[in-house]
């Protein structure tokens, strides 16, 4: 999880414990209908923490997917610069050979 949502995270789960402990010591209202209140909220929080958690998880998702097809795409243009480096270096070799085979023949027909 990034840490953007990971505080995000540690905030939202802050956030709903110190409302719910103020909550329950100013509750004017019955136990009963207190803690009605209290699981309506939880569910909130269950829901809203859902929610971000499939959206960092859908962003995980995407950076990873854009990572892969970069690493991809690296990978993919060192292959083709080594393969270009690698066919100069045998067309270098082979004028240099051209070359040499060149000087015999021209001292053979001498």
Do not use: W
């Amino acid at each position: 999880m990034s840490n953007n949502a990971g505080n995000t995270l540690i905030a939202l789960l802050t956030g709903a414990a110190i409302g719910a402990g103020i909550g329950i010591l100013f509750a004017p209202d019955k136990g009963s209908r207190t803690r009605e209140k209290f699981r309506d909220g939880y569910d909130d929080a269950k829901k809203d923490l859902k929610h971000k958690f499939e959206s960092a998880s859908d962003e995980l998702k995407s950076k990873l997917a854009f990572t892969k097809n970069y690493d991809l795409q690296e990978t993919y243009d060192d292959l083709i610069s080594n393969v270009s480096h690698k066919a100069e270096d045998v067309i270098s070799f082979l004028e240099s050979k051209l070359a040499e085979l060149k000087e015999q023949n021209a001292k053979l027909q001498k």
